[in-house]
Nanobody
Framework: QVQLVESGGGSVQAGGSLRLSCAAS????????MGWFRQAPGKEREFLAT????????YYANSVKGRFTISRDNAKNTVYLQMNSLKPEDTAVYYC?????????????WGQGTQVTVSS
């Protein structure tokens, strides 16, 4: 059974940083991408970044390019999202996912989410 467990969320002031972690277990993930998405109240779930598990190739949404960095530690089966220069509009529940590509529909497994709150 695949499990994705996010951690690292919390409250931070605008301009601050947070690092989210997603520990994955339950199967081999080579051939998949692992991604981060977020959902703010009343809004659609939004793609942020993906990383190919085997090659490490990354892809970002324009809204976070240059501020957020996705990385992985294959030995720990963990994916990270380093978030810098946070803005109040980054406030949302952040989810990690395993699947293919950058769309919500392409993901096969989801974590439970972790709240990020950015105050001005």
């Amino acid at each position: 059974q695949v499990q994705l467990v996010e951690s690292g969320g919390g409250s931070v002031q605008a301009g601050g940083s947070l690092r989210l972690s997603c520990a994955a277990s339950g199967r081999a993930f080579s051939g998949y991408t692992m991604g981060w998405f977020r959902q703010a109240p009343g809004k659609e779930r939004e793609f942020l970044a993906t990383i190919t598990w085997s090659s490490g190739h990354t892809y970002y949404a324009n809204s976070v390019k240059g501020r957020f960095t996705i990385s992985r530690d294959n030995a720990k089966n963990t994916v990270y999202l380093q978030m810098n220069s946070l803005k109040p509009e980054d406030t949302a529940v952040y989810y990690c996912a395993v699947g293919y590509g950058s769309t919500s529909g392409g993901q096969q497994y989801w974590g439970q989410g972790t709240q990020v709150t950015v105050s001005s």
